[in-house]
């Protein structure tokens, strides 16, 4: 079992940033591919990023923004969000997934509660 624990959420004005953080239970974090999704108020949940290993993938609407990242000596993976649109605000979630059941099953296991982003205009 993994417990993901979000942090570095807020408020900041348009053009902003913010750098989210997300620490990981378990020893073998190394082993799992991490990400990010985000849901705003009265859309669906969608796809932000994710990193395995060393590669990464980001949704359109962020490519160019955000960065995502990970410090397997410490269990967390970031996620860097830079010039903020209102668009932006949403609840954020990070996701995990052990890599090789990824393989199989293309989906993510283990969810954290979320840290909400307002971005103003």
């Known amino acids: 079992q993994v417990q993901l624990v979000e942090s570095g959420g807020g408020l900041v004005q348009a053009g902003g940033s913010l750098r989210l953080s997300c620490a990981a239970s378990g020893r073998t974090f190394s082993s799992y591919r991490m990400g990010w999704f985000r849901q705003a108020p009265g859309k669906e949940r969608e796809f932000v990023a994710h990193?395995?290993?060393?590669?990464?993938s980001y949704a359109d609407s962020v490519k160019g923004r955000f960065t995502i990242s990970r410090d397997n000596a410490k269990n967390t993976v970031f996620l860097q969000m830079n010039s903020l649109k209102p668009e932006d605000t949403a609840v954020y979630y990070c996701v995990a997934v052990a890599e090789v059941l990824w393989a199989v099953r293309g989906r993510y296991d283990y969810w954290g509660q979320g840290t909400q982003v307002t971005v103003s205009s």
């Open positions: 990193i395995a290993r060393s590669s990464t």
